[in-house]
């Protein structure tokens, strides 16, 4: 899971079948809102484990993807922006290496239930609600 507190079953919202997602393969990309505003999110497995993060850099707040889905590095170690090359560690989003700093990527709460990938809203990460005046994907 990628959020510190463990989610409960409200409030889930499933994203896709477990399946769906192959140990270091393309991840998951959909779209959120971060504080009220549209991003786009990708969840990914990592050494078995499904992990999502906002997808924005640390270094300039910019998506990291270099093809949508793309974000692991050539040797599949690290997430890597595709822009400025900064690295960041799959299981915590900790800043590895490259212009990010110390920190972390934004966390978004998933779990893994019933075969199923949810995602979980937090007070700073809500879903997209498309039937709401200016709703709509990121540009």
Do not use: K
């Not at 499933?14 to 140990?23: G, H, T």
């Not at 692991?72 to 595709?82: K, M, N, P, S, Y």
């Amino acid at each position: 899971m990628a959020d510190a507190a463990a989610p409960g079953a409200e409030g889930a919202l499933p994203l896709c079948a477990s399946a769906d997602l192959a140990e270091r393969g393309p991840a998951l990309v959909f779209d959120v809102l971060l504080h009220g505003e549209p991003v786009r999110a990708f969840a990914l497995r990592f050494d078995g484990v499904v992990v999502a993060y906002v997808n924005r850099c640390l270094h300039v707040p910019m998506e990291m993807d270099w093809v949508s889905g793309q974000f692991l590095d050539r040797e599949q170690r690290f997430i890597v922006c595709a822009t400025h090359g900064a690295e960041y560690e799959p299981a915590d989003g900790r800043c590895v290496g490259g212009p990010c700093g110390r920190g972390r990527l934004t966390a978004v709460a998933v779990a893994e239930c019933d075969g199923q990938v949810c995602w979980y809203p937090s007070r700073d990460i809500r879903p997209v609600l498309f039937d709401e005046p200016g709703a709509g994907s990121p540009p």
